[in-house]
């Protein structure tokens, strides 16, 4: 198992007023940009923007920061011998694969599986990546 990214979460109730200082920031555009539920994500950096109205952003607020990974169901595993609980199980997206996992200590994190064309585009053609297999 590997970790390919990790990005810090930023909390907005706009997108574009969220992403001005961060494209002039980090010197890029977003790497992807995408309704998700009811809320709107965008990568940027290292970070993952998710806008929306608060009542809508609390849903995800649990989780502290999203990790990319090469393979999620090993991710999974690992973490449960390490005392985490999944708390919102493995599903499907638009970008791969995802799970919430809440470790021993109490920290919550997302878990993603990018599909492998994602991860080459975002993080490069040398990132080992896998397809997502069921969720």
Known sequence: MTILKTYARLWSDDMDLALAPLRELTGAE?????????????????????????????????ATATVVVDDLDRTAALLAAHGARVTVPPARSATGRFLYARHADGAEVEYVQWLPELVERVIGPGARATRPTGA
């Open 30 to 62: 977003p790497d992807l940009r995408m309704p998700f539920e009811s809320v709107e994500l965008a990568a940027i950096g290292d970070f993952l923007v998710i806008a929306g109205p608060a009542a809508a952003r609390d849903r995800y607020r649990g």
